[in-house]
């Protein structure tokens, strides 16, 4: 009789790196380990998660593969390294404490949307978490927004000071409940308390909260409502005068307001929902997502003047839900600050801040850390593109394909990030803002301090914008002791969509915007390069033309108007039949022809953003921005589908940068006006104009140079009409075109790109 051979027994050391924490990944390896019959334990360290694992080796294998293949849903896993050890002989599978020693090596896992399962308890009258507005569990709730350090322990979060109850408890130590090592488990015996406050923030009596909140937005009252990342301002988004009131406090006359719903066929009452927006709306990211309204919708027009589009997203807190279940098709859910300031999170900084905007307040004791706005995408032919980036998507790294030295790249100073690399990953910040005020540059050194140390990261190169006015700027040149590297606006970009999609060859780079400041002292912002971290070659650009009053004209856009009219006719502009000039009246017109023609204080730009404002004042759609961008906005929201004709720019090719002339389309547009063409197909052919003369300087740019890969970054590009035709149109032509998947188009993603380039360099 021959014997069976005993399986062999192994142990195994296994570091698995990546966003392994907050997630349920030490239940999930309890789980399969026990199932596997292996012994052993699992710890959180700061150097990732480390397990031992000992038993059959068949098993250990079978544990490595499951790691991978059916890991917990919020985890991403970058890296699993194996370490033969000796066996121990040891018995039972255990989750043993933390380790908080050796260097940080580690991802903070994001905020995730609530699940079904604590959805369903919420609603759920004989569930003891019944109407509880804090429920979560290992697979949603917060993670970014209350972590305070690493690793990703209760004490180690604003959940701190709140012990679990014995029933909470018994939930924590059972491995079949998925709350098992959940450290944001709690209920309403011993989790966070919500309350109603007045303007004064003087607690109001009531027996639920979310109930008597629900009942004063129905009366048309404004909430200050303190959620996960920050606080919104809530009010009936079917309530016209309620909005249009917001609008008078917040002083936002017509920038779009985000709403949110319980269900999605609440959102399919009002706008019209993709399979693909679907998903998103529903995903555990749970952002806003910029969707097409419905005619005859009941949403007021003041949540989206002059818009086709409204920005949506779906409860994602328990607290949301609860909210929305007092009988809303949808709320208003728009950031808590004051215009252009970073999102309050306080309560006391909010009291301070919002008491002349909010009739009340509903508030609770759980702290957030660090603030973070909603998320925007928006969808076009089949992909999407990111607005803002940030509650859902931070604090995921980029994964590259060339390791980083340890950067701080500063960012821009519109829209603002920063990003921290060190080896194989790059850290984009959450969404910071516009530099504009003292407030949000302090929140930027906070950042920068924050995301340093939670990191571990000692950076070698400090990277920043070659503006030296920047606040960004100042602030990264004030860092002494380290290398300083200046790097070009569009460049940045550029390299930044490149190095995005893993591409460090040199391509042609098409970076679009409205400012950026260039080598020769001009405004740039219609870049064609040659490009590659190393470098760049300016290889077209649109014809520059004077920015009367420099800056004045983001918030004035007639003034490029005024500038490209008489720029292009002279005196003899003054006759044209156009609101933009019969509005403008002869001395502030004769203001602004002295200052172009003396070339005082009127900087010469390329901006294609300066093209767009000037059409859309032409049009009379917009002269004076209420907010940045609000004229091509209002140009892509109008444009008429079908119209496939275009203007033509012109070339001068007779250097080695050629200059595109868009003279030519704004007198076909002129033309168009006079003959009494509408809007909407003036707007399409124009844009059809920019993508016909993109592709055509990207065919040119082939023939010079053999190259066909196409990256396309900048703000202009988050207008998807044009987006979607470019990408379409260049694939035509047997070009590669690489666009932003995990940041924006916009300055956010300029920090990325600085870090890329001053590691080069």
Not at 471 to 494: D, F, M, N, P, Y
Not at 549 to 554: C, T
Not at 708 to 720: C, D, K, L, M, R
Not at 727 to 751: A, M, Q, R, Y
Request: with cysteine.
């Amino acid at each position: 009789m021959v014997l069976k051979q005993m399986a062999s027994v192994i142990r195994k050391k296994l570091t698995v790196k990546g966003t392994v924490q907050g997630v349920g990944f030490r239940p999930f390896i309890y789980r399969v380990a026990t199932e596997c019959n292996l012994a052993g334990f699992i710890a959180n360290t700061t150097n990732g998660v480390i397990i031992e694992a000992e038993g059959a080796e068949a098993n250990v294998n079978s544990l490595i593969r499951r790691i991978v293949s059916d890991g917990p849903p919020n985890a991403q896993i970058l890296s699993l390294d194996q370490q033969n050890l000796s066996t121990t002989g040891e018995n039972g599978f255990s989750i043993i404490p933390s380790r908080g020693n050796g260097e940080i090596s580690l991802m903070v896992a994001p905020d995730t949307a609530v699940c079904l399962d604590c959805l369903r308890e919420i609603n759920d009258p004989s569930d003891r978490r019944f109407r509880y507005p804090f429920n979560s569990c290992v697979n949603c709730g917060p993670r970014y927004t209350i972590v305070e350090d690493v690793p990703f322990d209760r004490e180690t979060t604003s959940m701190r000071v709140f012990p679990m109850c014995k029933a909470c408890l018994r939930e924590y130590r059972d491995p079949d409940s998925r709350r098992f090592h959940s450290q944001t488990n709690s209920c309403r015996e011993c989790g966070p308390r919500l309350w109603l406050a007045d303007k004064h923030g003087n607690e109001i009596p009531c027996v639920d909260a979310a109930l008597a909140t629900a009942n004063l937005l129905k009366k048309g009252k404004i909430v200050a409502i303190r959620g996960l990342g920050g606080f919104h301002l809530a009010v009936n988004a079917e309530d016209d005068d309620a909005v249009k009131l917001l609008r008078s406090r917040k002083k936002r006359p017509t920038k779009p307001f985000a709403i949110m719903s319980a269900r999605l066929d609440n959102v399919k009452s009002y706008a019209h929902v993709t399979a693909q927006e679907e998903a998103m709306l529903e995903s555990r990211l749970a952002p806003i997502v910029l969707l097409q309204k419905r005619k005859g919708n009941s949403i007021a027009e003041s949540v989206a003047p002059n818009n086709s589009t409204l920005g949506v997203m779906l409860a994602y807190t328990p607290l949301h839900s609860l909210l929305l279940s007092g009988g809303f098709r949808a709320l208003v859910m728009t950031s808590g600050n004051l215009s252009e300031e970073p999102i309050k999170c306080s309560v006391e900084d909010a009291i301070g801040n919002l008491a002349h905007i909010a009739d009340y307040f509903l508030l609770h004791n759980r702290e957030i850390v660090r603030r973070c706005d909603d998320s925007i995408v928006k969808f076009y032919g089949g992909n999407h593109t990111i607005m803002r980036r940030a509650r859902g998507y931070v604090p995921r790294p980029i994964v590259l394909e060339r390791p980083l030295k340890p950067i701080c790249a500063y960012g821009s100073h519109l829209k603002n990030t920063i990003c921290v690399a060190k080896g194989g990953h790059a850290y984009v910040s959450r969404y910071v803002g516009d530099l504009d005020n003292l407030e949000t540059v302090e929140y930027l050194e906070e950042t920068v301090a924050e995301m340093e140390r939670l990191l571990s990261v000692r950076p070698e190169i400090i990277a920043c914008d070659m503006h030296p006015d920047y606040a960004s700027t100042k602030l990264a040149s004030e860092r002494t002791g380290l290398r300083l590297c200046k790097v070009q606006h569009h460049h940045a970009h550029i390299v930044s969509c490149a190095a995005e999609n893993g591409v460090y060859d040199r391509i042609i780079g098409v970076a679009f915007d409205g400012a950026g400041l260039g080598d020769d002292g001009a405004v740039w912002g219609s870049e064609f390069m040659i490009a590659d971290a190393a470098g760049y070659d300016r290889v077209a650009h649109l014809k520059y033309f004077p920015m009367p009053g420099g800056d004045a004209v983001v918030r004035e856009p007639y003034r490029m108007a005024i500038s490209y009219l008489f720029g292009m006719m002279g005196d003899s502009a003054r006759a044209l039949p156009l609101d933009v000039i019969r509005e403008t009246d002869d001395g502030r017109l004769a203001v602004l022809l002295n200052m172009m023609r003396r070339n005082d204080n009127s900087p010469p730009t390329s901006g294609m953003g300066r093209l767009f404002d000037a059409v859309a004042a032409i049009l009379g759609l917009c002269y004076n921005a209420t907010f940045e961008g609000e004229g091509p906005v209002y140009l892509e929201s109008l444009i008429e589908r079908g119209v496939e004709d275009s203007y033509h720019f012109a070339f001068d090719n007779s250097s080695k940068c050629a200059v595109i002339d868009p003279s030519p389309v704004l007198m076909s547009i002129l033309e168009d006006v006079r003959k009494g063409s509408e809007p909407p197909a003036i707007s399409a052919r124009f844009h059809n104009a920019v993508v016909r003369m993109v592709a055509d300087i990207c065919a040119m740019s082939r023939e010079k140079t053999g190259l066909e890969t196409v990256a396309v970054s900048g703000g202009v590009f988050q207008n998807t009409y044009l987006l979607e035709r470019l990408t379409k149109s260049l694939s035509e032509h047997g070009f590669t075109v690489l666009t932003h998947k995990s940041l924006s188009p916009n300055d956010e993603c300029i920090s990325f790109g600085q870090a890329v380039i001053a590691n080069e360099r």
